[in-house]
């Protein structure tokens, strides 16, 4: 059963737009909501990351929308930029346990 | 942020032999570790969770036999694939879960080739 299921698969950008990644989750007792970012080759890097208590988050260009009641979140890339280009992953978990992850997004951002 | 170093990063084996990678969480104590694996486009796989002093606990269909981890300290997880086979060639990547919350860093992943 995937606990967190994140869409699209993949995602084209021009570069200067704003990409959006989605996630949603059915256990509530998740507390914990990441998003991380994966480059070819590389272990996963945490971006972001946002509670329930809060309904959204912003890191610079980095934006977390979170949606308690509908059991979503998603992620906000504002200005993108062919660096931004990576696999992204939603995680969520509750204190001490593991991390459910999302299937990930492969995002390109075209210059 | 935390570090946590993987070692190594990329490692050619033969086939039947076994092949130990280390996890160590840098500037900070980890009393759980966890170990994934990932192929290539795709999530990441938890292969097991490692608790320091303790056995770890591995996810359904994992061979704790031959994946065989051992958490010896509050910074350091090793992960043996013992008797490799070009089938177990993948990403490995391990992470660390800092204090009792819920922040985890990743190490930076270690390839596999078994030939």
């Known amino acids: 059963q995937q606990q967190v299921k994140q869409s699209p698969q993949s995602l084209i950008v021009q570069k200067g737009g704003i990409s959006i990644i989605n996630c949603a989750y059915e256990?509530?007792?998740?507390?914990?909501f990441p998003w991380y970012q994966q480059f070819p080759g590389k272990g996963p890097a945490l971006l972001i990351a946002?509670?329930?208590?809060?309904s959204e988050k912003k890191e610079g260009r980095f934006t977390i929308s979170f949606n308690k009641s509908a059991k979503q979140f998603s992620l906000h890339i504002m200005d993108s930029q062919p660096g931004d280009s990576a696999t992204y992953f939603c995680?969520?978990?509750?204190?001490?346990?593991?991390?459910?992850f999302g299937t990930g997004t492969s995002l390109t951002v075209i210059p | 942020g935390a570090v946590v170093s993987q070692h190594p990063s990329w490692v050619i084996c033969k086939s039947g032999t076994s092949v130990k990678i280390e996890c160590r969480s840098l500037d900070f104590q980890a009393t759980t570790m966890f170990w994934y694996r990932q192929f290539p486009k795709q999530s990441l796989m938890l292969m097991a969770t490692?608790?320091?002093?303790?056995?770890?606990?591995?996810e359904q269909g994992v061979e704790k036999d031959k994946f065989l981890i051992n958490h010896a300290s509050l910074t350091l997880s090793t992960l043996t694939v013992t008797s490799a086979h070009p089938e177990d060639s993948s990403f490995y990547i391990c992470?660390?879960?800092?204090?009792?919350?819920?922040?985890?860093?990743f190490g930076e992943g270690s390839w596999l080739t078994v030939v």
């Open positions: 995680a969520a978990s509750y204190p001490g346990n593991q991390f459910y």
């Open positions: 992470s660390a879960l800092q204090g009792t919350g819920n922040t985890i860093y």
């Open positions: 256990n509530t007792a998740f507390d914990y």
């Open positions: 490692s608790n320091e002093g303790s056995k770890a606990t591995y």
């Open positions: 946002i509670r329930p208590d809060v």
